[in-house]
C-alpha cells in the first residue's frame, strides 16, 4: 500500500493524492503535525513534506520526483506521455518540474520573508525580484497553456497536476494574483472529480 505522508491542506501532499486519484492507485494519507516528531524525522532525515512510502522499500520524497516515480512504476498512464510523443513528453516534464524548479523555489522564499522575516526585511531587494521572477513565470505559463485546454495539448496530465497545485499556494499562501486565463484553467481543474477526491483526503475527509 502506498502511503503518503503530509500537512493537513498540504498542497504538495494535494498533487500526490491528485495523481494517485486520477491513476486508480489506492494509497493511505499520514497527517503529520509541525515540528515533526521525532519518529518521522527517523524515517525522513532529509524532512519536509510530501513523502512517500511504497512497497520494495521505497522511500522517496520531493514532489516531482514522487509524482514521475508513481506514473513510472504503476504506468503506463495518459498522464506522463510516452516515447512514441517526444513533444507532449518534453512538455509535461518541463512544466512539471518548473513547478518546483521555478514557481515552488521563488515561493518558497516569498513565504519566508512574509511569514518569518523582520518587518526591515520584508520587502527587500530580494522579495521585489522574486515577485518580478513569479510574474514573469506565470506569464509564461500563461502563454504555454494559450487556447489549449491543458499545458500539453488535448491530453490532461502531471503538468496540470503539477501546475494548478502550484497556483493554489501562490494565491492560498501569499495573495498573489494570476493571469486570468490561468483562473479560469484552475477552475475548471477543480471540477474533475478526482481533484474533489483528493482535496477531501487532504483536509479530512
Known amino acids: 500500500m502506498i502511503k503518503v505522508y503530509n500537512f493537513a491542506r498540504g498542497a504538495r501532499?494535494?498533487?500526490v493524492f491528485w495523481q494517485c486519484e486520477e491513476m486508480g492507485l489506492p494509497y493511505e494519507v499520514k497527517v503529520?503535525?509541525?515540528p515533526f516528531p521525532d519518529d518521522y524525522q527517523a524515517l525522513n532525515p532529509a524532512g519536509g513534506v510530501?513523502?512517500?512510502?511504497?512497497?520494495?522499500?521505497v522511500a522517496i520524497n520531493e514532489s516531482v520526483a514522487i509524482m514521475l516515480y508513481l506514473a513510472e512504476r504503476y504506468g503506463p498512464t495518459p498522464l506522463l506521455p510516452g516515447k512514441d510523443?517526444?513533444?507532449?513528453?518534453?512538455?509535461?516534464?518541463?512544466?512539471?518540474?518548473?513547478t518546483e524548479a521555478t514557481l515552488g523555489g521563488s515561493m518558497n522564499t516569498l513565504?519566508?520573508?512574509h511569514f518569518v522575516a523582520p518587518e526591515a526585511d520584508k520587502r527587500n531587494w530580494s522579495v521585489l525580484g522574486l515577485e518580478d521572477r513569479m510574474a514573469h513565470a506565470l506569464g509564461y505559463v500563461s502563454d504555454v497553456l494559450g487556447d489549449q485546454p491543458y499545458l500539453a495539448g488535448d491530453t490532461f496530465?502531471?503538468?496540470?497536476?503539477?501546475?494548478?497545485?502550484?497556483?493554489?499556494?501562490w494565491r492560498g499562501a501569499l495573495n498573489g494574483t494570476i493571469p486570468d486565463r490561468l483562473v479560469a484553467y484552475r477552475e475548471r481543474l477543480a471540477e474533475r472529480p478526482a481533484y474533489q477526491r483528493a482535496q477531501a483526503r487532504s483536509t479530512g475527509g
Open 13 to 15: 501532499g494535494l498533487r
Open 32 to 34: 503529520l503535525p509541525f
Open 50 to 57: 510530501p513523502f512517500l512510502e511504497d512497497e520494495g522499500g
Open 85 to 98: 510523443d517526444p513533444s507532449a513528453l518534453a512538455r509535461v516534464l518541463q512544466m512539471t518540474v518548473l
Open 111 to 113: 513565504m519566508a520573508a
Open 157 to 169: 496530465s502531471l503538468a496540470d497536476i503539477a501546475v494548478s497545485t502550484a497556483l493554489g499556494i
